[in-house]
């Protein structure tokens, strides 16, 4: 991808104005981040003000992945602190976007299933580990989290989140 190699070169030629060396052959040029990101579903929280918390269970079986609550309620300007716990023998993601968004991140991963996530709205959870996600749903509508590592989405790996 053209804009990627872009974004790529500048970062190394940024790395190499702030002065790092190239002697040790391991100049590490930092990993890109999905471009156009954006935060459809609201914005990070603020730990200082209340919230809520959800704990949400990902978990895996024989051909089942899903995510309990699979369905959520939260009204305008609450704060949901979501509690990611990954039960299962796999690793997934629990990625909050809107529905088009994550549509389009799913083509993207499929190209990178090993594409990390650690990002204000999304985590991905090796086997057994827990994240937190705290966010202020800001907007009203209807959002989505996915878990988009190929194939879990389609074994059922999605939730909506009504904002009223
Ligand atoms: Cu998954």
Not at 23 to 50: C, I, L, N, R, Y
Not at 63 to 72: H, R
Not at 76 to 97: P, S
Not at 119 to 132: F, I, V, Y
């Amino acid at each position: 991808m053209p804009v990627r190699l872009t974004i790529a070169g500048f970062l190394l030629a940024a790395s190499l104005a702030a002065g790092l060396s190239m002697q040790s052959g391991m100049v590490s040029v930092p990993a890109v981040a999905h471009t156009g990101h954006t935060f459809a579903a609201g914005e990070p929280g603020d730990p200082k003000k209340p919230f809520r918390t959800i704990e949400v269970i990902m978990t895996d079986g024989p051909g089942t992945m899903t995510y309990t609550p699979d369905k959520i309620e939260v009204r305008k300007g609450e704060q949901i602190k979501f509690v990611l716990k990954n039960t299962g023998d796999l690793a997934h993601e629990f990625l909050l976007d809107s529905f088009e968004a994550n549509a389009k991140h799913k083509i993207e991963m499929q190209k990178n299933p090993d594409m990390e996530h650690d990002d204000p709205n999304g985590k991905r959870l090796e086997p057994k580990k827990s994240a937190e996600i705290l966010w202020l749903f800001s907007k009203t509508g209807t959002f989505e989290f996915a878990c988009l590592i190929p194939g879990h989405y389609e074994t059922g790996m999605k939730g909506t989140v009504v904002v009223k």
